[in-house]
C-alpha cells in the first residue's frame, strides 16, 4: 500500500486519539483514548472495542503474520474493559472517570496467540505513541457491572493480569458513592511488575479501612515454590479472612474477570442438558459448592457470581 491509500484509510477509520500512555513494562499498558464523538453513557463494569487497520506495522519480536492482500485494507477490532486511573495527579480520587474526555484502558502485549492464527491488534497496539489515531466503537456495553450490589453487600473483585480492568472502574464507582460493605480485589500475576496499579490500589487502602488489595505473584522467587491462585486463596478460607467475614451467598457478590481457566465456566452438554465443570478446577464451582450462583445472561439467570471471560 502507498503512503497515500494509508493516509486515506486512517482518514476514514479513525475516529480517535491517544490522550496518553503508561507503560507498567514493555508488554503491558494504560492507554487513554479520547474519542472524537461526545463520551457514550455508559456504566462501570463495561466495555467498547478499539480498533487499528492491518496497513499498522507490528511490534518487532512478535508472532509473525502473513496477511492475504485483500486483508491488508482491513481493520482489526478487539473487546476492551474500561480501567480507570482511580486517583488523579492531585492524589485524590478522580471526580469522574471521563470527564477529561478520555477513557482508560489496560492492556497486555499477546506476543504470541499459541495458536496457528497470530494475535492480530496487540502487536499494533504496542506501536501506537501519544497523539496517534485509531477506531474505537462508539457503543459501550456489556452486562457485567455493580446494577446487583445493594448497601452493606460485600464486593470481591477476582482477576488474573488485565482482568482488573472493569474491577478498576467499579471499585472507584463503590469508593465514590460511599459503599460501606467490605471490598476486597484480588489479582493473580506472573510478577509483581505486572501489576500497574499496585500503588495506587496500596494507597487507596490507607484512605479505605473497608477496603483490601491482594496480589498473587506466581513466579516471584519469594513465591514460586508456594504458588497461591485465585482458586487456592477461596478454598483455603484466605478470600474470607482477608474480607473479614464470611463469604456469605446472601450478603456477597464476587467478580471475575480474565482468564477462562481461573473462572471456569460451567459447560452444558446439548444433549442431557446437564452442566459439567470443566478442567482444571475454576472459581465458579468453588463458588458453587458454598451456595453461590452463577449468572446465566442467555436465560436472563442473575445469580450472585458475575464474569468476564476474555478470550
Ligand atoms: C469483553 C472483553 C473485554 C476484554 N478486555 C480486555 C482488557 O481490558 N485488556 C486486555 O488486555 N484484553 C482484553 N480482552 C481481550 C482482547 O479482546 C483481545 O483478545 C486481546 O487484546 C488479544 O488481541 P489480539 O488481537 O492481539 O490477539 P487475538 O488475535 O485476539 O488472539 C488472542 C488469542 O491469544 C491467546 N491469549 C493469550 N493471552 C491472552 C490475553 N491476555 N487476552 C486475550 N487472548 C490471549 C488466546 O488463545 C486468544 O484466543 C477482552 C476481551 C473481551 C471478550
Request: proline share 8%; with cysteine.
Amino acid at each position: 500500500m502507498t503512503p497515500e491509500q494509508i493516509a486515506d484509510l486512517r482518514r476514514q477509520r479513525y475516529n480517535a486519539t491517544v490522550a496518553g500512555i503508561r507503560l507498567a513494562n514493555s508488554d503491558l499498558m494504560c492507554l487513554r483514548v479520547q474519542p472524537d464523538f461526545p463520551m457514550p453513557a455508559h456504566k462501570p463494569g463495561q466495555y467498547t472495542s478499539l480498533g487499528l487497520g492491518n496497513w499498522e506495522p507490528r511490534l518487532a519480536g512478535c508472532q509473525e503474520e502473513h496477511l492475504k492482500p485483500e486483508e491488508e485494507a482491513k481493520l482489526t477490532r478487539r473487546a476492551y474493559s474500561i480501567s480507570c486511573p482511580l486517583l488523579g495527579e492531585d492524589g485524590q480520587l478522580v471526580p469522574d472517570a471521563s470527564r477529561n474526555g478520555w477513557l482508560e484502558f489496560y492492556i497486555v502485549l499477546v506476543r504470541d496467540s499459541g495458536k496457528e492464527k497470530p494475535p492480530a491488534l496487540t502487536p499494533r497496539l504496542f506501536n501506537l505513541r501519544e497523539g496517534d489515531r485509531l477506531n474505537m466503537v462508539e457503543k459501550i456495553t456489556g452486562h457485567f457491572t455493580l446494577d446487583p450490589v445493594k448497601p452493606g453487600d460485600a464486593v470481591v473483585f477476582l482477576s488474573t493480569g488485565t482482568g482488573e480492568a472493569p474491577h478498576n472502574y467499579m471499585l472507584w464507582d463503590l469508593l465514590r458513592r460511599g459503599h460501606d460493605g467490605p471490598i476486597l480485589s484480588a489479582c493473580c500475576v506472573r510478577y509483581k511488575k505486572d501489576l500497574a496499579y499496585l500503588a495506587i490500589h496500596e494507597e487507596l487502602m490507607k484512605r479505605y479501612p473497608h477496603y483490601k488489595y491482594l496480589s498473587l505473584t506466581t513466579r516471584e522467587a519469594d513465591t514460586v515454590q508456594h504458588k497461591v491462585y485465585i482458586q487456592d486463596l477461596i478454598s483455603s478460607g484466605q478470600l474470607a479472612e482477608r474480607l473479614g467475614r464470611p463469604l456469605d451467598p446472601k450478603t456477597t457478590h464476587v467478580y471475575l474477570c480474565g482468564n477462562p481457566k481461573m473462572i471456569g465456566v460451567p459447560i452444558k452438554d446439548k444433549e442431557t442438558g446437564q452442566r459439567h465443570y470443566p478442567q482444571p478446577l475454576g472459581v465458579i464451582e468453588i463458588l458453587e459448592k458454598l451456595g453461590f450462583q452463577v449468572d446465566n445472561p442467555t436465560v436472563k439467570l442473575h445469580g450472585n457470581v458475575h464474569f468476564e471471560e476474555y478470550w
